[in-house]
């Protein structure tokens, strides 16, 4: 059993254990109307379906202690993963109650108890427009911000409206303790979004950057300098990625995440190179020196440990820029362990970052691959697509042990690559990678 | 490694919390009582075990 695995156990224990907390009071003193195994279980079903919901806020509120030793990447992914099995157990409990007893349709139906049914309508409703509008926003074009913030209304509508449910519904929720219980339960995880989206943002607004330097790159890239205004900046790990609020306050909804590419050894000026992807993106050309900044970070570990007998960094498009990082912070250190770069990406012109790699190659240290899709005339060097083969044979040899794997680009590039790595015989536990398209 | 990682610690969630929510079934249950609670009204007679040992 690997470390990070170590790591990660006592927070999963934690998990289950609060997914099932609901379960644990609701046997505590229970009513003495006792009903068939199958009632009981999408009873259950339901309990833990609204502890998830809760859960999720905490998955996405970024706490540090959290986020530090899985990665936010991964705390999103399991987070959109539970969202699912939440969903998955809402339909359940449904599905089992009206199976197992007719009476229960009851509960739909406004002429009867008005509340009960209304809220239990409103959640299905609002549960369905959360999971369609999260898993096809792109295919609906709804711009990332504005689903961000519904996102979390609707969550918050489902946590109210779900916990209306459970009071009218009233089998396991009579006891006053219970009642307060639960109330304060709900609280508490609508409370981590308030801490999220208006506490750390009011910290943040004590803590401003300015924008010092906006230069174009290669590729319909940007790299954004910015330096801090009366503190003393962010201690940064290389490979991290922080929340970057460009010339508006950290409140606002458009804010998102983004890789650091300077060096840690210069926590006094941060440097982020980002691709004009979106809508937000798209106008940083138009951003000058001399605007507010606001930084929330430091994120992920996507970082070259101590132990580490060198680095082998497979990138692809503006992926790259964590490696760059890292290669960057390696040389300001004077560390000398060997590294490589195999960077994708479709031609030399498009290739984020080229001459600052070509640059820190020319240590007798440093490595960098060059791969081409539509290569230039006369390329000597690799081209095409990224394969296990052409990964061959551009990676050290495979029985250098020690040697840390990162893996940064787009999703389909990161699947064969770290397909790839594995056939090769690299442990997991050695492969980092890094995503952010998560919704 | 992303998505084994995650996907293996969701995998055993799911089956710890599962495995939690029929434990919770099995302990609050009574298939008797439910039956009879499904048919409130309806005569029941007393179970077998019952009538034996009173017999006795």
Avoid at chain 1, 188 to 215: C, D, H, K, T, Y
Avoid at chain 1, 306 to 315: E, L, R, W
């Amino acid at each position: 059993m690997n470390a990070s695995t170590l790591r990660a156990l006592p927070w999963l224990a934690l998990y289950v254990a609060a997914a099932l907390l609901p379960l644990a009071i609701a046997a505590i003193d229970p009513p003495p109307r006792r009903r068939e195994f199958v009632v009981e279980f999408g009873v259950g079903l339901g309990f833990v379906a609204l502890a998830l919901f809760g859960l999720q806020f905490a998955l996405t509120a970024r706490f540090p202690a959290l986020a530090a030793p899985f990665g936010l990447d991964k705390l999103l992914h399991f987070h959109r993963l539970t969202g699912m099995l939440a969903f998955g157990l809402v339909v359940g409990h449904i599905l089992l109650l009206v199976t197992a007893r007719r009476e229960f349709l009851e509960f739909l139906d406004p002429r009867g108890e008005f509340i009960r049914a209304v809220a239990l309508w409103w959640l299905m409703a609002g549960l369905t427009l959360l999971m369609v509008a999260t898993l096809l926003r792109q295919r609906l074009g709804i711009p990332y911000q504005w689903w961000r913030i519904g996102h979390a209304l609707l969550a918050l509508f489902v946590l109210f409206v779900a916990t209306v449910h459970l009071f009218r519904v009233n089998h396991y929720s009579d006891e006053p303790w219970k009642l307060v219980t639960w109330v304060a339960l709900a609280l508490m995880a609508a409370s981590l979004l308030g801490w999220a989206r208006i506490v750390r943002p009011f910290r943040q607004m004590r803590r401003p950057w300015e924008v010092v330097e906006v230069r174009p790159e290669r590729g319909r890239s940007w790299t954004i300098a910015v330096e801090p205004r009366g503190h003393e900046g962010l201690r940064f790990e290389a490979g991290q990625f922080a929340w970057l609020a460009l010339d508006q306050p950290p409140y606002d909804i458009d804010t998102h995440p983004f890789s650091i590419s300077s060096s840690a050894e210069k926590p006094g000026r941060v440097e982020f190179t980002i691709k004009a992807l979106g809508d937000f993106t798209a106008k940083l050309g138009n951003l000058k020196p001399g605007a507010k900044a606001y930084v929330d970070g430091p994120y992920g570990n996507f970082t070259l440990q101590p132990g580490d007998s060198g680095a082998v960094f497979i990138t692809g498009g503006v992926g790259v820029t964590p490696a760059v990082s890292i290669l960057r912070t390696m040389r300001d250190r004077g560390d000398t362990r060997p590294a490589t770069l195999i960077f994708a990406v479709r031609a030399p012109e498009t290739a984020v970052l080229h001459d600052d790699i070509v640059e820190l190659a020319k240590q007798p240290n440093v490595r960098a691959e060059f791969v081409y899709e539509d290569p230039p005339q006369g390329w000597q060097g690799a081209t095409g697509h990224i394969n296990a083969e052409l990964l061959e044979s551009l990676l050290p040899p495979a029985r250098e042990g020690g040697i840390r794997y990162f893996v940064c680009g787009p999703g389909g590039f990161m699947d064969v690559a770290e397909k790839a790595l594995l056939q090769r015989g690299v442990p997991s536990s050695r492969i980092h990678s890094e995503r952010f398209n998560i919704a | 490694m992303l998505n084994r990682s995650v996907t293996l610690a969701f995998v055993l969630a799911t089956v710890l919390i599962i495995a939690g929510v029929v434990a919770f079934a099995a302990y609050r249950s009574d298939d008797e009582g439910g039956e009879r609670e499904r048919n409130r009204g309806a005569y029941q007679p007393a179970p077998v075990h019952l009538v034996e040992s009173w017999q006795a």
